[in-house]
């Protein structure tokens, strides 16, 4: 059997809780791999209108720290705010835009390796003199050539990997936290390379900095057998299948259940479904096979990221399925997230059905806990009813829900999308 958790509609409502508690989060990821290369800042301000009117909540920001990667993922100075996006003016003025159309900034939190500005031991650049955190070798771990502890985690190879077990090293991270938290103005989260330190340092930055939501890139291999996903089943078969989204779960479970996490299982399977295996997508409970089907207030759904799609592909999501995937995730418990290119850059028509999906689960009221209820799994065809309120299918197979009181609300490329009148 597979990890069932009881939901928690009546936890604390504290400011680290209260978001998830509510469920109605639906989140842009506002950048892509190659976003350095323009005025960035400026081209989020300008588009802040649309996408407060799109609908979304939060927008997840790249890392705005200075790095020596122009993309921002090796971080060097966390307090200066001058990037390869823009200056610090600029990313000010952009905060201040969204704080007024009320649209939540998500920080990009890289903290499991710094890049060094000095040689230290053993000849490696593990020393942070002459900026702000000037931590020596004890604050990177023994395995990326410092004089700390090992790692709690996996190692990001190539740079110092931060020791989190280190006391000092927290107090620094919390009080950098609360700084984007309370003088700089994020109020969301986005944990980069979740697996390279122990969850339970998650549980103490939230409790630390408290932010109004946090998500967690806990990112796992998909297990594959002959180049083909393996059915994703909570049966002995196949139980190391089931058993990518369980270690999610355990990752949550260890930040005290104060951060989401990707759904990075319901990207997996859904993109092999929607190639004509849509039975994929009903696991052996009858549920959605992802972390969606067993824990949906902490599953954070998405199609594409930076690193996915964007020019990296490194997992890229069928192109000419793309409005299935949306139809799928803007209809389906969980908290879904749209990426930059897919709004912007695909053309006004994937961007308006986007917005109308958005519409629909605002208006219908579907949350990250809603009911859904699986009627067709199919090669050919996949249906749904979520809530009681909307029914949705994709794939080339035809259906329709029955019944005189639903109206068709959204159509497109293989999907279409009712809703049930009052």
Known sequence: MGYIHVDDENIQQTDTRLATRKGREIILQAFNWESHKYDWWSNLER?????AKSGFTSAWLPPASQS???????????????????????????????????????ADIVINHRVGTTKGHGGMYNRYDGIPLPWDEHAVTSCTGGLGNRSTGDSFNGVPNVDHTQSFVRKDIIEWL??????VGFQDMRFDFARGYAA?????????????????????????????????????ISYSSDSHRQRIINWID??????TAFDFTTKGILQEAVKGEYW?????????????????????TFLENHDTGSTQEHWPFPAKHIMEGYAYNLTHPGIPTIFYDHFYDWGTSIHDQIVKLID?????DIHSRSSVRILEAQPSLYSAMIGEKVSMKIGDGSWCPLGKEWKLAASGHRYAVWYKEN
């Open 254 to 259: 260890a930040t005290g259940q104060l951060a």
């Open 280 to 300: 994929r997508l009903r696991d052996a409970q009858g549920k959605p096979p992802g972390v969606m089907g067993w824990w949906p207030s902490r599953a954070v």
């Open 47 to 51: 588009k802040m209108p649309d996408i």
């Open 178 to 183: 609360r700084w984007l938290r309370n003088k």
């Open 360 to 364: 629909i689960r605002k208006r219908q």
């Open 200 to 236: 339970k340092y998650v549980k103490e930055y939230i409790e630390g900095a408290k932010p109004v939501f946090s998500i967690g890139e806990f990112w796992d291999s998909c297990n594959y057998h002959n180049s083909r996903l393996a059915y994703n089943q909570a049966s002995p």
């Open 68 to 106: 020596l990667s122009l993309e921002g993922y090796l971080p060097q100075d966390l307090y200066s705010l001058k990037s390869a996006y823009g200056s610090e003016h600029l990313l000010k003025a952009l905060l201040q835009k969204m704080k007024q159309l009320k649209v939540r900034a998500m």
